[in-house]
């Protein structure tokens, strides 16, 4: 059985960083997409970024995380990441992580089969 937990969601300042996790649990796929989400009280789910594992590595994002989030995948703990740097008070939001075991996914909510928790991010002024 799949399992995604996410962690690493807090409290930060404006222009702050945090790094989200989100370790896998049960996954047998050799290669598969993974990805984050995020989801604002009152607005619908958002995808921020996607990475192939165990594939070519292709990475995409958000016109609105581009240059300011990365995700990256550390294979030996099981472990997806989300870098989030520059914080601005809209990405508060809870995010979750997400995977499916077809590759080169985008970022829409219908491609993905298993989903976290989610973790929750408040950025204040």
């Known amino acids: 059985q799949v399992q995604l937990v996410e962690s690493g969601g807090g409290s930060v300042q404006a222009g702050g960083s945090l790094r989200l996790s989100c370790a896998v649990f049960g996954y047998t796929y050799s290669s598969y997409c993974m990805a984050w989400f995020r989801q604002a009280p009152g607005k619908e789910r958002e995808g921020l970024a996607s990475i192939n594992i165990n594939s070519d590595g292709r990475t995409i994002y958000a016109d609105s995380v581009k240059g300011r989030f990365t995700i990256s995948k550390d294979n030996a703990k099981n472990t997806l990441y989300l870098q989030m740097n520059s914080l601005k008070p809209e990405d508060t939001a809870m995010y979750y992580c997400?995977?499916?075991?077809?590759?080169?996914?985008?970022?829409?909510?219908?491609?993905?089969?298993?989903w976290g928790q989610g973790t929750q991010v408040t950025v204040s002024s």
């Open positions: 997400a995977a499916d075991y077809i590759v080169s996914r985008g970022l829409a909510i219908w491609e993905y089969k298993y």
